[in-house]
């Protein structure tokens, strides 16, 4: 049997973690090297060195790798593509953890990519909506087509979090809507809400890359610049970018992480206009209670609380 060697560079507190997360995609076995083991080895075996090269030591300087095997099978590939999604929401979630880079022995840049998009299908998510990845064919439907190319941002449609919110999002716009995104990543968010009907539609990410993301997704389902503006910036610190998004939106829509959302709720109210919604996701599940408490602290009623592997959704009013 042949197999797919597989790095993930991370830091020390992201160890078990990212050990974590691949046990629950059935990788038991794995291979940790950590900057203290190197550190270790050479207080403990000077005897063989008198000199240790400042680029070696600035290379393993804050750098653990853990190492794991998949059969290079069908099987392996599609568990490299969910672990590749997993790795992705867990980068936003925790960016202290960064980099996070999953990479793989001898095998280029475009076979990694090629390989991981034969296992990212077309989904269909709530009643209207069909996501499909751009590389994709699909039949003629009646549901609503979001095609969507992620590139290297967080937001495809198979994370638990952004099926939670497009979801949602599918209840919510019946047509004629104005939509902020908050932590756009690829734009899927935003872009499904136009393409379920939304007038209007600005979204943001601290992340520049998103911006020429979100905007090539946009064009690739023929939505206009006129209707959709995408700016990078943190939503919570930087004033001039709150000033130019504004206010007067029927749905607030923030996939994001547990603190930020905390840090937003007190703020959110003021760029919704009466009666709009407030949906707030990527909630892992052990904090879920705590967002819950804060966002009724400041003054939501939750409306509707959904959850799906692990992660958790609020509907805000």
Not at 119 to 137: A, C, D, N, T
């Amino acid at each position: 049997m042949k197999w797919l060697e597989l790095h993930v560079d991370t830091t020390p507190a992201g160890i078990d973690p990212v050990s974590a997360l691949l046990g629950d995609y059935g990788v038991d076995s794995l291979m940790i090297d950590e900057e203290g083991d190197f550190q270790s080895f050479l207080e403990n075996n000077r005897q063989y060195w008198d000199y240790v090269d400042e680029a070696l030591l600035k290379e393993k300087r804050g750098k653990c790798r853990v190492t794991f095997y998949l059969s290079e099978d069908e099987d392996g590939w599609s568990r490299l593509g969910q672990i590749r999604i997993a790795l992705s929401a867990l980068k936003k979630q925790k960016p202290e953890f960064a980099p996070l880079i999953l990479s793989m022995e001898n095998v280029a840049d475009e076979d990694w990519e090629n390989n991981w998009k034969q296992f990212y299908k077309p989904m269909e998510i709530g009643e209207r909506l069909l996501v499909v990845p751009e590389w994709e064919q699909t039949e003629d439907t009646e549901r609503v087509r979001l095609i969507l190319n992620p590139g290297l941002t967080f937001g495809t449609g198979s994370h638990a979090t952004t099926r939670l919110c497009l979801t949602a999002l599918d209840k919510l716009i019946r047509g004629g809507e104005k939509v902020l995104d908050l932590g756009c990543g690829s734009g899927i968010l935003s872009i499904a809400a136009l393409r379920l009907g939304a007038e209007r539609a600005f979204a943001c990410d601290v992340d520049p890359t998103c911006v020429n993301v979100a905007y090539e997704n946009a064009a690739l389902n023929g939505v206009e610049r006129e209707k959709y503006t995408v700016r990078a910036g943190d939503v919570t610190a930087d004033r001039e970018l709150a000033r130019e998004f504004g206010g007067d939106y029927d749905v607030v829509v923030a996939n994001i992480v547990a603190d930020v959302i905390i840090a937003l709720a007190p703020r959110v109210r003021p760029l919704l206009k009466a009666g709009g919604a407030f949906l707030c996701s990527g909630i892992i599940d052990d904090r879920a209670a705590e967002v819950k408490g804060r966002l009724e602290a400041a003054g939501w009623e939750i409306a509707e609380e959904n959850s799906s592997e692990g992660w958790y959704s609020y509907l805000c009013r």
